[in-house]
């Protein structure tokens, strides 16, 4: 799986700017191969879920002037001493790892030890910022130049090792790293040297990512302007003429979820194709599934089937959740598919059908209507129901028509639970953060179970404290079930699309919003 020959090597990895989907082919492969990830502050936290689950992770974060979670002299040392325990390690740093990222300094340390290294370049945050903020970071029309520089050490030094006079008007497009806390010394450095105060300047803060903020302003008000709109860092400074281009190309800001932050609560089927239109839209979502699958405590009633397999006609596989949960519990009895020979097997719909291949194993029988009592229909139609024996390996909870139908028609039906849907636990507290600090706009359900399970998760007391702990937040519905559920348990639902389809839903979620 790893196809990576060496052992005791250090990959530099630049994580990118804040978008887990801007880091490069080459670091997620590496992310997915790692034994050990030392990681910081600004790379997203989200990167972690391509690395294995028995990869140990380092949290080493700096904040620019605040908390240091561990020095660099510290970070150098990790890095030796995983590399000399001969570990495949990733350091993944937050945009590139070579542009004031201290990565220089990492590897010379790699370098003296003799560990083996590669680095991956990452899409800086000044590129990024200005493509988010809508700033072509040069232009034919406004700069043929520009220069990365790092604001950071302005302040006290006598002897700057920026060229700040030669900077001033020699580079067309100034971009500025670590210069929040320095703005308005830099300001002033420009003017004196030389650059007009109507020089237009963007500060862009979480470039990339849902939190984004850019305020604009010039070399003359910029300092007053970020001051007043809280901007703190890490952001970034860029200064000159291509800023002005932003009237007519910012795009990411404007999208019509940008700024929200809504929940999203799901079922392990749903996937995320909720999540990801809303994402397209550009909102911040936070998922919540509200089913977790696990196998029953009790397998007696399968154990003493699969015991006297002979004796049964059909084996009914209704979801693919029950397939393999009835083929784990096969195998576990050390038996394989030939155990099933004699009996004939039914799925509820295609994809069940293509779940049941994966173990070698053709459908006798896949209904046209793909649900329980489609099965039950199509079994009863084709005759032969009256007198047999079926056997129905299911979830511990599930509707009744299928087996209610058979034993109408005369069929025996063993129903036998091997897996069981449970609230998954855990994230009360985190939920309740969440919700409790005012910044949810919208929570959306697309079932009636993900309501009752998402409120057995809140775990509030009463409606009262529902309502206190929802506040503003709006909830969204994908139908008229979910919606009436919703209400039967206190809350409101202001959001519900006409087709109860999760696109639907999703352009029904853009709608309310550009309304409000
Ligand atoms: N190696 C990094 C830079 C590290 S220095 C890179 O290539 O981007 C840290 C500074 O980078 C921050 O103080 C801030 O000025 C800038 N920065 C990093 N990520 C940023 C982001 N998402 N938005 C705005 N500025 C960012």
């Known amino acids: 799986m790893n196809n990576i020959p060496h052992k005791g090597k250090v990959y530099l990895v630049g994580a990118g700017p ?3 989907n801007l880091i490069t082919l080459r670091g997620k492969f590496l992310l997915e191969r790692a034994e050990v990830v030392v990681y910081d502050y600004l790379a997203n936290k989200k990167l972690l879920q391509h690395v294995p689950a028995a990869a140990e992770l380092v949290y080493v974060g700096k904040k620019g002037g605040g908390l240091h979670a561990a020095s660099q002299e510290e970070i150098n040392q990790l890095l030796v001493d995983y590399g000399l325990a001969g570990k495949r390690v990733v350091r993944l740093k937050g945009g590139d790892p070579f542009i004031f990222g201290r990565g220089g300094e990492e590897i010379e340390e790699l370098v003296k030890a003799g560990i083996d290294f590669e680095v991956v370049p990452g899409v800086t945050s000044a590129t990024a910022a200005a493509t988010y903020a809508g700033i072509p970071i040069t232009h034919r029309n406004c700069t043929a130049s520009v220069a990365f520089v790092t604001g950071h050490e302005a302040a006290g030094k006598e002897q700057s090792d920026v060229a700040w006079d030669k900077l001033a008007t020699g580079a067309g497009t ?6 929040i806390k320095n703005l308005p010394n ?8 030389g650059r007009s105060p109507d020089t237009p300047v963007a500060v862009v803060r979480w470039a990339s990512t849902p939190q984004q903020r850019s305020v604009v302003g010039t070399l003359a008000t910029i300092s007053e ?5 809280k901007i703190a860092p890490p952001a970034l400074i860029i200064v000159g003429e291509v800023v002005k281009l932003r009237e007519s190309i910012d795009w990411f800001e404007h999208r019509p979820l940008f700024g929200r932050r809504i929940i999203v609560t799901r ?9 990801s239109r809303l994402e397209e839209y550009g909102a911040e979502c936070l998922e919540y ?8 405590e009790d397998f007696s009633v399968l ?5 006297e397999l002979g004796s049964y006609d059909w084996i009914l596989l209704t979801s693919l959740n029950a397939v393999s949960y009835f083929f784990k519990r096969l195998h576990e009895k050390g038996l394989d598919s030939r155990a099933l020979a004699g009996c004939k097997i039914g799925v509820v719909g295609a994809a069940t059908a293509d779940e049941l291949a994966r173990h070698g194993i053709r459908a006798d029988l896949i209904p046209a209507k793909f649900t329980g009592e489609g099965l039950a ?4 139609e084709a005759g032969g129901v009256q007198g047999k024996r079926f056997l129905l390996p299911r979830a511990l909870k599930a509707a009744e028509t299928l087996p209610e139908l058979l034993e109408q028609a005369g069929a025996g039906v063993t129903i036998a639970p091997v897996y069981q849907n449970v609230p998954p636990q855990g994230r009360k507290d985190e939920l309740r953060a969440e919700l409790g600090s005012g910044t949810v706009d919208l929570i959306t359900f697309t079932s009636s179970s993900t309501v009752t399970n998402f409120l057995a998760m809140l775990d509030v007391k009463d409606a009262d404290e529902l309502r206190a702990l929802l506040g503003r937040t709006q909830i969204a519905a994908i139908g008229p079930v979910t919606a009436e559920t919703a209400r039967e348990h206190g809350l409101t639902v202001t959001v519900q699309p006409e087709r109860h389809t999760i696109a639907a839903l999703a352009e029904a979620v853009v709608a309310h919003c550009r309304r409000s």
């Open 377 to 380: 229909l199509a079994l009863i």
């Open 174 to 179: 100034l971009v500025i790293y670590m210069g």
């Open 225 to 229: 302007v970020v001051q007043a709109a």
């Open 186 to 193: 830099i300001s002033k450095k420009l003017i004196d040297n």
């Open 303 to 307: 154990d003493q089937a699969l015991a």
């Open 18 to 20: 804040g978008d887990p």
């Open 289 to 296: 599934p509200t089913i977790h699958i696990e196998p029953v």
């Open 267 to 275: 079922t392990r089927e749903q996937a995320s194709e909720l999540v």
